[in-house]
Nanobody, 120 residues
Framework: QVQLTESGGGLVQPGGSLGLSCAAS????????MGWYRQAPGKQRVLVAS?????????NYADSVKGRFTISRDNAKNTMYLQMNSLQPEDTAMYYC????????????WGQGTQVTVSS
């Protein structure tokens, strides 16, 4: 059964940090690249970051988050992470965990999402 379950969202002040986690079923985690997308109110879903399958040696970031966000994966725990630093109000969005064939291909599987709100 395909399962992607996000956790870690919440409310944070501008300049703060937040970490997201995505627990995946073993088969998904073993076969696929993983990623984080986000959707702000009234906007389309966009890719935030992605990481290759296996050792996760390749990563990809949206220009807007480079240098602030870090994606990683722990294959022993079937869990992917997104560490978000220097958060800004424009980072406010629903964040979705995804599984896809490669770093930039359209996701095949989606989680339910976790809300991140950056506000003072």
């Amino acid at each position: 059964q395909v399962q992607l379950t996000e956790s870690g969202g919440g409310l944070v002040q501008p300049g703060g940090s937040l970490g997201l986690s995505c627990a995946a079923s073993e088969i998904i985690f073993r076969l696929y690249a993983m990623g984080w997308y986000r959707q702000a109110p009234g906007k389309q879903r966009v890719l935030v970051a992605s990481i290759s399958s296996g050792s996760g040696g390749s990563t990809n970031y949206a220009d807007s988050v480079k240098g602030r966000f870090t994606i990683s994966r722990d294959n022993a725990k079937n869990t992917m992470y997104l560490q978000m630093n220097s958060l800004q109000p424009e980072d406010t969005a629903m964040y979705y965990c995804t599984a896809q064939v490669s770093l930039t291909t359209t996701p095949i599987h989606w989680g339910q999402g976790t809300q991140v709100t950056v506000s003072s």
